[in-house]
């Protein structure tokens, strides 16, 4: 891997994860990321690669009796942010996550957007007007809702939904943001407007997609990990992995072998 | 058509093959069956027109001697003096004063409790206090009745030595605690039908348990919450044994909790307890105010079936 | 992007988070006391009843007495044959109607206008008032059918009353039999009536049972509806006994009987002012909650067996 002018936001290292039932999830995977790149997961379904991209903003916490093994370290500071003593919430205001099924709040498109903000204690209404509309911008959809910031969320179609979340996840400057399926549940024109904007995002951002469509990883992706039962089986440059992977088991799954 | 009715002649039907013979009888029993299961059901509708009917019938006889205009503005209501007067107002106000000290109480122990259960407590917890939820809802209402009597009110007399023994406020507070497992585990199924990627949503933002419980569960889940508060308005309205035994029997044109007044439905087991003649003004007055009961309660009833209606759609 | 990074103010964003962990903290003890305040009205309740009313519970007198003028002479027999009567005509009204009437939502009703208004009214009667039907009864069962204040109004009444938690339990417990166990009865050849009869009441009874004894146990507390009819408080005798040694065996005397029940007799004592009546309302008061608890209790262990043991898969 020629990567000498990459720097490593964040990588994993000899991780494992447990789900409280005792399942095995995760098996010493190491995996960086590079700042400002965009790494894409895929994997057949129950290859663990929502498991990964999850533990990451500790999402797992939220369920009693789940158990990390291993260090998921940050940069620069060096943090590992699965140590007992890092708060799950101050990793999730440096890590913001999108998921796989738009997820607004009951609330207006302005106050989905700076709820981040509002949770990080903001009062100061200029200040919020300014990033929401910042972040709106970001996500493409701040002149199909700027003259209704009131509206309810939910009132938006599925695909602005997505990206109103996208704007959410954008206005707190996360370092680095998770996406989980992010269009999955979207149709082929949304598809393209959020794949759009994370090319737009491409070099600004550190980013990490799970996608089940080889061709979605194929067309935003820097690096690709292809993972299987648990096992991280190669990581390299999207290009060489479609083009010359070196794992025979990679090379069943892009060509369709398993599906 | 004609070979229609033939199959139905008694001469046609004995040369029907012993087999279909046997067909016919089952599907006469199967109707037979459906029909008697259809009468059950209908039982449910034949209730609600006799109740419709006995409370108008029966108030209709009683509009006859009082008019309703006296009805709903007099401030006495005393059908049984030898000075009768028929105004609904005092019941009505006692109704409302005792319903609402309910809910002043009702209402934010059982939201905390409901937000508790669903955002904070573990598995476990939250497992072994719904059945206990379920077990409180079912003791009986005069049991209640004993412990605003004998208790709550002797206990609220220490902090307010003026308090009469018949009173408002003890036995508003005791329907409170009565309705508290009712709102508490509405509320909770409510707030449990929030889809958990809201939650994750909040969560992943930074939210501690108590932003996303506070600022995104509670909004999502809030007309299934308001729903549980209309429907205990009803239920305190409609609370009986409590209001008879510790509330006193006179009825009183107050507000004030601290005094003692009459509920429309204390009133109505003061008269029963009575031996008033089947037929006279007094035994029409109960279904009067029967009547102004039932129509509060189906109001609060209706409101409340259509707020959880919409939040049943919301999810 | 404009501010700073979290990362550059990682002592400040600290600092914001411990105090906002501060108010889940405060907020878990205020919720914990809120369960606890529930769980000990419980108990208190439950305490202050036996408590008050000790002397009486375990004295054999006071379960073989008639009602008296002297509280200490005062005693529950006639009260407990009433409620057990009157149980025992509500159990017999009440449940063939509601499982019934829940049989033919679930299994027969068509989807109509006229399923539609039976469903509402079992809603809607779900939350009337229980005094509601205790005017129901005066006007419908004791004058126009002249029934009188008996047993039979009595039960009818309260039979009425737990209709719709018969009928409610009964179809939750039909709805969880899947769709498969009955195309399997009717690919066999049976009838509707046969499925219904020998398969889904059959796999349902549990759940039905549950429900059936819950609204018991609430009849079984039930007061107002009983005072409204006009049930006695003072009741020195006892009805005809509904079997006997010589034939016929069985009569029916006792239906058309005057009563008293539990609930009332305690309201009865409960309302007197001297306060040695209040032991005996204590001691009824007792028995009515440990009576009403462990039927719940036996009725939601039961239900939480049945939703753990059967995975209809």
Known sequence: MANADLTTKAEARDFNFFYSNGHHALKNINLPLYENKITALIGPSGCGKSTLLRSFNRMHDLYPGNRYEGEIVMHPDNTNILDANVDPIEVRMRISMVFQKPNPFPKSIFENVAYGLRVRGEKNKRLLADKVEEALKGAALWDEVKDRLQDLAFNLSGGQQQRLCIARALATDPEIMLFDEPTSALDPIATANIEELMNDLRGKLTMLVVTHNMQQAARVSDYTAYMYLGDLIEHDKTGDIFIKPKDKRTEDYITGRIS | ?315 | MGTASTLENIDAVRAMIKRAKLKDHIFGLVGLVCIMLILLTLLILFVDLVVDGYPKLFSADFYSNFPSRRAAKAGLLSALVGSSLVMLVTFVSAVPMGVGAAIYLEEYAPKNWFTEIIEVNVTNLAAVPSIIYGLLALGLFVYTLDFGNSILTAGLTLGLLILPVVIVATREAIRAIPIAIREAAYAVGATKGQVVGQHVVRYSAGGILTGVIIGMARAIGETAPVITIGALTFIAFLPESPVSSTPPFINFEWLTSGFTVLPIQMFSWLSRPSSSFHVNAAAAGAIIILVTLLMNGIAIKMRYNIRKKIKWQ
């Open chain 2, 1 to 315: 058509m004609n070979t229609a009715t033939q199959v139905q002649e008694p001469s046609q039907r004995t040369t029907i093959s012993p087999r279909l013979a046997k067909n016919y009888r089952r599907n006469i029993t199967e109707r037979i069956i459906e029909f008697l299961l259809m009468l059950c059901a209908l039982s449910a509708v034949f209730t609600t027109i006799a109740i419709v009917v006995i409370l108008v019938y029966e108030s209709y006889s009683f509009f006859e001697h009082v008019s309703v205009f006296d009805f709903l503005t007099d401030p006495q209501w005393t059908p049984l003096f030898e000075d009768a007067h028929y105004g609904i107002m005092p019941l009505v106000s006692g109704t409302l004063t005792i319903s609402f000290v309910a809910l002043a109480f009702a209402v934010p122990v059982g939201t905390i409790a409901a937000i508790y259960l669903s955002e904070f407590a573990s598995h476990k917890t939250r497992e072994t206090v719904k059945p206990i939820l379920e077990l409180l809802a079912g003791v009986p209402t005069i049991a209640f009745g004993y412990f605003a009597l004998l208790l709550v009110t002797p206990l609220l007399q220490m902090v307010f030595p003026d308090l009469p023994t018949f009173n408002m406020l003890g036995p508003g507070i005791v329907i409170g605690i009565m309705v508290v497992p009712y709102i508490a585990s509405v509320s909770e199924d409510a707030m449990r039908a929030v889809p958990m990627s809201m939650r994750e949503g909040a969560y992943a933002m930074g939210a501690t348990r108590f932003q996303t419980a506070m600022r995104v569960v509670t909004p999502a889940a809030i007309s299934g919450i308001v729903a549980a508060y209309i429907l205990a308005i009803s239920r305190a309205i409609g609370e009986t044994m409590v209001v008879a035994i510790a509330a006193g029997q006179q009825p009183n044109l107050t507000f004030n909790p601290m005094d003692s007044a009459a509920t429309i439905t204390a009133y109505i087991v003061q008269v029963a307890m009575g031996d008033l003649p089947h037929g006279s003004i007094g035994y029409q007055s109960i279904f009067a105010a029967g009547l102004v009961l039932m129509l509060m309660t189906l109001f609060f009833n209706v409101l409340g079936h259509f707020t959880r209606k919409k939040f049943r759609e919301a999810y």
